[in-house]
């Protein structure tokens, strides 16, 4: 690929990418709990049904093979960051079930298109040697977007004190300005592959689909209850909310890109084994927990392992045909999040009973990842995708 501009490249484009959605979605999570607590008096059944309305979008991620048929990747997913940094900003301003409903929904369109796009285009701008460590580049590149973001929130809300509505308008208006400077300092980068135009479903990609399904699961412990466990249970505030986060994203700035060449040295298999050992002790640590600083402690940890998953998407990269990216991509996010639109809902009921119950069966999904992950092969590629149960 030629380009005019020495610092205008696909990677370049993929490291300024990844500064928006800190900006914008942490933001809004962080602030989401105390905002639906102490402004729309949400209980868990109510942030239950936020989530999952939340997770429908990703639910429905394949739909974007479809529209690639009109408009090329690039340029829907800058189309994406609008929605997400839009839907951002406005959220603020309808503190009622129904508002927050639709602003969700129209963040979380934009941000699960984003992210498939991303993961698409990623996997097929870097090559398989470079991708492990690239990829916790970005990731670690994300997190210090988030520092700096978190460190921003925390001023807005203890030293400024502002009402929330304002401090939503604000980081998703400056996502929304740096998302134009984007669109018109970077020009339009083409894939060395052309693209599958249809969905595509392959058998011998039959272990990365459940690897993916699991991984929506886990995820859905840690967003939705781990983070209202804080709130509820251990009266975090808003501000003290921010400032665990800025701890969650100072490890991650730190140690992601070590931990994506961690991956690349020790292959995927370990390293997602690893993953899940550690989130088992995680959930059921979760379940017993009696103090606000060890609930702490465990968050911080689990937020760390979040990296790991990274593993994921090089083992896709290994076995997939490049072709496939983008309609795998948009297939893998629907994958992702049929546990995560049931989830939130039904284990809001749950959580009306008993918390602990919650916790315990995340530390069951993480025993099963773990299953999973074993049956990767040292060395994955086209014709060896896992260990047993090879379908052709």
């Known amino acids: ?33 105390n905002f639906v607590i102490e402004k729309a008096n949400f209980d868990g059944a109510d942030i239950g049904l936020l989530q999952s309305v939340r997770e429908i979008p990703g639910f429905l991620a394949f739909t974007v093979i479809f529209v690639l048929m009109f408009i090329r990747e690039q340029k829907f997913m800058l189309l994406s960051l609008g929605m997400l940094t839009l839907g951002t900003a406005i959220t603020g301003f309808f503190p009622s079930v129904m508002g927050l409903l639709l602003t969700t929904l129209l963040m979380s369109t934009g941000f699960h298109y984003f992210e498939t796009l991303k993961q698409s285009l990623a996997l097929q701008w870097l090559t398989k040697e470079e991708a492990p460590e690239a990829l916790g580049k970005f990731v670690s590149i994300g997190a210090l977007a988030s520092l700096l973001t978190y460190g921003a929130l925390w001023v807005c809300l203890e030293v400024l004190q502002l009402e929330f509505k304002w401090i939503y308008l604000l980081f998703g208006g400056v996502g929304f300005a740096l998302l134009l400077w984007i669109a018109i300092a970077f020009p339009q980068f083409d894939a060395n592959v052309t693209q599958n135009k249809n969905l595509v479903l392959r058998k011998r990609y039959w272990l990365y689909y459940a690897l993916t399904f699991m991984s929506g699961a886990r995820r859905q412990i840690f967003t939705v209850f781990a983070g209202f466990l804080m709130v509820e249970r251990f009266g975090y505030s808003a501000g003290d909310i921010t400032l665990l986060f800025l701890a969650n994203y100072g490890f991650n700035f730190l140690f992601a890109k070590k931990i994506g060449r961690f991956i690349g040295k020790v292959g995927e298999r370990k390293a997602l084994a690893f993953e899940y050992i550690g989130l088992i002790f995680v959930f059921v640590g979760y379940a017993f927990v009696e103090t606000a600083e060890w609930a702490a402690a465990l968050y911080i940890v689990d937020h760390l392992f979040f990296a790991l998953a990274l593993a994921i998407k090089t083992y896709l990269q290994k076995i997939a045909d490049p072709a496939d990216m983008a309609s795998t991509a948009g297939v893998s996010f629907t994958i992702n999040h049929i546990a995560a639109v049931v989830i939130p809902v039904t284990f809001g009921l749950i959580w009306l009973v008993s918390p602990s119950a919650v916790f315990f069966i995340g530390a069951a999904m993480a025993m099963v990842s773990l299953l999973l992950s074993l049956n990767i092969p040292a060395k994955p590629a086209a014709g060896n995708e896992v260990r047993i149960l090879k379908w052709s």
Not at 11 to 21: D, E, M, R, T
């Open 1 to 33: 690929m030629n380009h005019t501009s020495s610092w205008k490249t696909p990677h370049n484009f993929l490291i300024v990418i990844s500064i928006i959605v800190p900006i914008a979605f942490s933001s809004w999570m962080a602030l989401l709990n």
